[in-house]
């Protein structure tokens, strides 16, 4: 069982559009991560939200958490094919490891 | 080096056979973790160094599966026994983070090694 639960599992949308990809779990996380993963390359970190109902803008990327900090979602505006990934989120309890989700695939059609 | 390495980054094996998963971290960073990712599930914490010590090897499937640290560098992951579950992409990440829970702490990521158990 997932501590992490990311919707939808897969999301194919053509260039131009927007997408929202959710994240949520029934535990409190004192952050959360975004990372994206491209294929045979590790997770880069995106963004790190830290208090509940933070919303943080990467140019066309915008990051929300939660009020209770259990729920994030992460919102792409005119989606291009180079946002083609795996993302995944991360909650960080307080101990030493990330709670990584399964993660969403991207694919934008150009 | 200038990020993560890990090597070797495919390798197939027998079952039954021994395997040994190397990561070299960005120098300076303290702190090292192991994950385990398989098709369609999220990334599984395996193991957790500071420094050369693992205060946390909760992760870990089984007793066929050991890491150590030397120098507060270079890992070593090592299965035993490899089993068919064993395949999977197995990753490394290092952080600057000196203990502390890792509530802001930026991770890492090398590109992983693909290990195939036939």
């Known amino acids: ?110 | 080096g200038a990020g993560v390495s890990q090597s070797p980054s495919n390798k197939v094996t027998e079952k039954g056979k021994d395997v040994e998963l190397r990561c070299d971290p960005i120098s300076g960073h303290t702190a090292l973790y192991w994950y385990r990712q398989s098709l369609g599930q999220g990334l599984e914490f395996l193991i957790y160094f500071q420094g050369n010590s693992a205060p946390d090897k909760s992760g870990l499937p089984s007793d066929r599966f050991s890491a150590e640290r030397t120098g507060g560098s270079v890992s070593t992951l090592t299965i035993q026994r490899t089993q068919q579950e064993d395949s999977a992409v197995y990753l490394c990440a290092s952080s600057s983070s000196t203990g502390r829970p890792p509530s802001s702490e930026k991770l890492f990521f090398g590109s992983g090694t693909q290990l195939s158990v036939l």
């Open chain 1, 1 to 110: 069982t997932q501590l992490l639960e990311q919707s939808p599992q897969f999301l194919s949308i053509q260039e131009g559009e927007n997408l929202t990809v959710y994240c949520n779990s029934s535990s409190v996380f004192s952050s959360l991560q975004w990372y994206r993963q491209e294929p045979g390359e590790g997770p880069v970190l995106l963004v790190t939200v830290v208090t509940g109902g933070e919303v943080k803008k990467l140019k066309r990327l915008t990051f929300q958490f939660g009020d209770a900090r259990k729920d994030s979602s992460l919102h792409i505006t005119a989606a291009q094919p180079g946002d083609t990934g795996l993302y995944l989120c991360a909650g960080a309890s307080n101990d030493y490891k990330l709670s990584f989700g399964a993660g969403t695939t991207v694919t934008v059609r150009a």
